[in-house]
């Protein structure tokens, strides 16, 4: 099963900077309140390719579970290990062409893959109507891809036989079946996808007007403020 979620969004800034703004959202929740379940981010790799100038970024994320609670709810903690409050990890890959004006990003949940895939892309571009990417606006197409395929795993765990009894017992699994949980569980998430991408840009927006106000220097200024607070 398959679910797809798409939005567009308009930043009202230039595409450099908001390209610098995604890679500063999760530097602090002083400064991103909405980023407080990020809890440590890490980059793997960043490197130009000298043949296109384009900045290449491996990053992963420990985040507080991703997963919704109402999910949690519809599986046996035979299958969740009561991990509705654990933490997750999340790969972030992305391709920034600041001559031609886009960037290409791709984050993944790497933790309940077998319950639940996350694969969220989104394409950040400068209007195609002005010679520069300096104008001051920037347009995001956000594609999320979520897919479940818990109903294989339930029958490759619980076996014939023991899938056989639950159909016999009405047990759960049995009232919905393999396709209704995964479309159930699909569904959900992507309800709250639509809330967390709301909260996502207006982090964004925050670190945006940051920068436009105090400039990199003064949110790299504020960040080492916040973070000498919290080491207090």
């Known amino acids: 099963m398959v679910l797809t979620h798409t939005t567009n969004h308009a930043y009202s800034h230039p595409f450099p900077t908001v390209t610098l703004a995604f890679f500063l959202r999760y530097c602090s929740p002083q400064l991103n309140p909405f980023a407080s379940h990020v809890l440590s981010t890490d980059t793997i790799s960043s490197h130009v390719d000298p043949a296109t100038g384009r900045l290449h970024t491996t990053r992963i994320h420990l985040k507080k579970s991703r997963m919704p609670p109402a999910v949690m709810k519809l599986l046996p903690t035979s299958l969740t290990g009561g991990a509705a409050d654990k933490a997750s990890y999340i790969l972030e890959t992305s391709v920034v062409d600041i001559r031609e004006g886009w960037m290409a990003t791709e984050s993944r949940n790497l933790n309940f893959v077998g ?5 969220e892309r989104q394409l950040y571009t400068a209007p195609v109507s002005t010679p520069t990417p300096t104008a001051a606006r920037t347009d995001v197409e956000t594609k999320v891809v979520f897919r479940s395929r818990l109903g294989e795993r339930i029958r490759d765990r619980l076996g014939q036989h023991a899938a056989a009894a639950q159909q016999e017992g009405g047990g759960w699994f049995a009232r919905l079946g393999a396709h209704g949980i995964q479309r159930s569980i699909e569904r959900l998430a992507s309800t709250k996808t639509v809330d967390q991408l709301g909260k996502s840009r207006e982090g ?4 945006l007007e940051r920068l436009r106000h105090t400039g990199l220097l003064g949110v790299l200024e504020q960040r080492k403020r916040a ?3 919290e080491a207090m």
């Not at 964004?204 to 670190?207: A, C, D, K, L, R």
């Open 115 to 119: 319950v639940l895939s996350v694969v």
């Open 204 to 207: 964004m927006h925050m670190i």
């Open 227 to 229: 973070r000498a607070m």
